[in-house]
């Protein structure tokens, strides 16, 4: 699946550490929002909007690049990396807006959750064979 925009925004002066610089829980903050935006363009919105299933990560790997410092402007790309029976796979990249320099990127692990039996979730077949065609 090609990359898309999933986020766009600043880093603001309450997202910054004593380093000056972002700190690393907004960091995965913004990839959530990234990823609760990308959820919706694969079209799994209908799926976790039943009452009983949802979401969950299994794993997430962060990658930093370069530093970030308040009022930076920031946009994240999404792609589809790997789906599975249960489990598919997101890469975020992180950007700076105002030099497309490459700041981070969160490669993350997530699969669709039974939220009333707690367990994961086989993707329904037409889902899946409509998002491994745009792998």
Do not use: C
Request: hydrophobic share 40%.
């Amino acid at each position: 699946m090609k990359k898309v925009l999933t986020y766009k925004g600043a880093v603001m002066t309450w997202e910054t550490d004593s380093n000056r610089h972002m700190n690393v829980m907004y960091y995965v903050n913004k990839f959530e929002h990234a990823g609760r935006s990308f959820n919706l363009d694969l079209g799994l919105h209908e799926i976790i909007n039943q009452q009983d299933t949802g979401i969950v990560v299994l794993e997430q790997k962060l990658n930093y690049y370069q530093e970030v410092f308040e009022d930076d402007l920031l946009y994240v790309e999404s792609s589809l990396v790997d789906i599975g029976n249960k489990a598919y796979t997101i890469l975020h990249e992180m950007y700076n807006a105002k030099n497309k320099e490459l700041v981070s990127t969160m490669r993350i692990i997530l699969t669709l959750f039974d939220k009333t039996e707690r367990k994961a979730l086989v993707f329904p077949k037409a889902l899946k064979e409509r998002l491994l065609g745009e792998i």
